[in-house]
């Protein structure tokens, strides 16, 4: 198993129209970023230990993780009760990053999903217009911070000028994501040949800055899952979850 993920629910920051937790079914949908601990704790640590996974994540289903209102207690018990040598890591739209960085610098790393640097098409992909300060917030981090940009109409056309200021604000390492199920065809890096592959997805270097163009559909990778309502899955594709599937199909 690649990751193991902790997913929480509740009101959020942002308002994305491709919100992939929006596909999931009510019931798990709970808000648990008042709830200490999380439903099902023990247990997803004693899977992430069993199977030796060495990346756990702090995600969301339909809100950011960073709203979690106990991130510092429960990475303590983590790293307490994990035996693996797991790395933690805050994947994150970055919103509140630069006002609560004590917290954002206790992971080791952080992914935040970042669409654009314009705040009228930040504002059709995010749901607002206030674009966060990117440049702050990695001023104040003492982590890595890994960029997350998801690809659609409205920001394709910037993408090579997105890369260029992205590499020029020192980012090391960046990711383009497709939207699950997109049928279009987007040209990344036309110009450039692949120098890896990770997990069916290729990498590129863009002038020392690690630029991967990731599939959802065909991707690799495995993961386990703790949803908010204490639902531990093992699919990597949230909405392909076993027991969501047999909910369905009732």
Avoid at 74 to 83: A, M, P, V
Avoid at 122 to 132: L, N
Wanted: with cysteine; hydrophobic share 35%; proline share 6%.
């Amino acid at each position: 198993m690649d990751f193991a993920n902790i997913l929480f629910g509740g009101p959020c920051n942002r308002f994305c129209p491709f919100c992939i937790g929006k596909q999931l079914p009510g019931s798990v949908q709970v808000n648990n970023l008042d709830l200490y601990p999380l439903r099902n704790q023990e247990r997803f640590a004693d899977e992430v230990n069993r199977l030796g996974i060495r990346q756990v994540v702090f995600t969301g289903t339909v809100t950011d993780p960073s709203l979690y209102r106990h991130q510092a207690r429960l990475l303590d018990w983590l790293r307490s009760n994990i035996h693996t040598g797991a790395s933690y890591s805050l994947h994150s739209n970055g919103v509140v990053a630069e006002q609560r960085m004590h917290e954002f610098n206790l992971y080791d790393k952080a992914c935040l999903s970042f669409p654009s640097f314009n705040s009228q098409t930040y504002q059709r992909m995010m749901g607002s217009p206030k674009v966060p300060d990117l440049e702050a917030i990695l001023r104040g981090a003492t982590i890595p911070v890994k960029i997350s940009c998801l690809i659609t109409p409205d920001n394709y056309p910037e993408i090579d000028d997105f890369l260029k200021r992205c590499q020029q604000l020192g980012i090391r390492r960046l990711v383009l994501r497709r939207l699950f199920g997109e049928e279009r065809h987007w040209e990344i890096l036309p110009q450039r040949t692949p120098v890896s592959h990770y997990r069916g997805n290729p990498v590129y270097d863009y002038d020392g800055m690690e630029v991967t163009y990731w599939n959802f559909d065909t991707s690799q990778s495995t993961s386990i899952n703790l949803f908010p309502n204490g639902t531990l899955g093992g699919s990597y594709l949230l909405t392909e979850t076993a027991q969501f599937q047999e909910m369905a199909g009732r």
